[in-house]
């Protein structure tokens, strides 16, 4: 008879370590992912139309970076190629979705007319950078005084 190994014998953590990678895989693709659907390149699955949001998908090329940042050191080679790999392709999108809406725009109207959303009641509008500088410091700190381009 051969002997049996018993859950106590095999290594628990191993395969922790292989549920967490994938779990990190997982969580990066699906992130990349709607960060290339916000920006239009590939179709809502529910609804099937394409949807552009750049501040929306701004925010999970941000949460890939934040990862990026926070797990430095910790991750092995092939989750660090994924992160890599993932920033890459959602940032070069951002880019090309950014491109493609400057052509669309009619030649002489200003950028900033077709892109930015309609400001929110309760919210400040973002100060572009031009004006930010002119401002004074203690004016109003409430205010976006940057803003991060990819």
């Avoid at 809502?44 to 970076?65: C, N, Y």
């Avoid at 940042?69 to 910790?74: A, D, E, R």
């Avoid at 790999?85 to 809406?101: H, N, W």
């Avoid at 930015?116 to 700190?141: F, L």
């Amino acid at each position: 008879m051969t002997p049996m190994t018993s859950p106590s014998d095999s290594h628990p953590s191993d395969s922790r370590d292989e549920i967490m990678a994938a779990h990190f895989a997982s969580m990066v693709m699906q992130t990349a992912q709607m960060a290339v659907m916000l920006l239009g390149q590939m179709p809502h699955p529910e609804t099937g139309q394409t949807v552009t949001d750049f501040e929306g998908a701004k925010m999970f090329i941000d949460q890939l970076e934040m990862l990026e940042v926070k797990t430095k050191g910790n991750l092995n080679k092939d989750e660090e190629q994924l992160l890599k790999q993932s920033l890459l392709g959602t940032r070069m999108a951002f880019v090309d979705a950014i491109e493609k809406q400057e052509k669309a725009v009619k030649p002489g109207a200003p950028l900033a007319a077709a892109s930015a959303p309609e400001p929110v009641a309760d919210k400040p509008a973002p100060v572009p950078p031009s004006e930010a500088a002119a401002t004074p410091a203690g004016d109003d700190e409430s205010r976006k005084k940057f803003s991060k381009k990819y």
